[in-house]
């Protein structure tokens, strides 16, 4: 089931995806190695959000969390930095071609991820950030 709603994120990315190759901000294989990338996030951190990792021993860090909780709120980080990145590319190519527009605000608080990590201030403020000011809710 949860993989499922991975795969139901996925596809409610394909008209924006589409929509930037269209636009000519993203060529056909930079939009596929970003759904590849955005893949590979989201079931990664489904992976850990339902602990079915390598099945080592839970271990407990210097700040009171496990490692498995560590590492999954470190995927989810690099997720966003990731999303910044293709943000700030795209806003580069946009004013390079002189589509100056303000698009509407992505956040979306569908993803399995922010609901495990709602409570992690860092967590929401950094997706805040990225969601263009938005907060977990």
């Not at 056909?28 to 590979?40: D, G, H, L, Q």
């Not at 210097?62 to 709120?73: H, V």
């Not at 609901?115 to 809710?137: E, F, L, P």
Request: proline letters at 2%; aromatic letters at 6%.
């Amino acid at each position: 089931m949860a993989a499922d709603q991975v795969q139901r994120l996925l596809e409610d990315m394909v008209p924006e995806l589409e929509d930037l190759q269209k636009k000519r901000l993203f060529s056909k294989p930079e939009v596929k190695s970003i759904v590849a990338k955005r893949t590979a996030f989201e079931y990664s951190l489904l992976r850990r959000m339902h602990g079915s990792g390598s099945g080592a021993t839970a271990t407990t860090n210097r700040s009171g969390l496990g490692d498995a909780a560590t590492s999954g709120k470190n995927d989810f980080l690099r997720y966003i930095e990731f999303e910044l990145n293709i943000e700030q590319l795209r806003l580069k190519r946009k004013a390079r071609l002189g589509m100056m527009r303000r698009d509407a605000t992505r956040c979306s608080t569908g993803s399995p991820s922010t609901t495990v990590y709602r409570s992690d201030v860092i967590i929401c403020v950094v997706y805040g950030v990225w969601c263009g000011g938005g907060v977990c809710n």
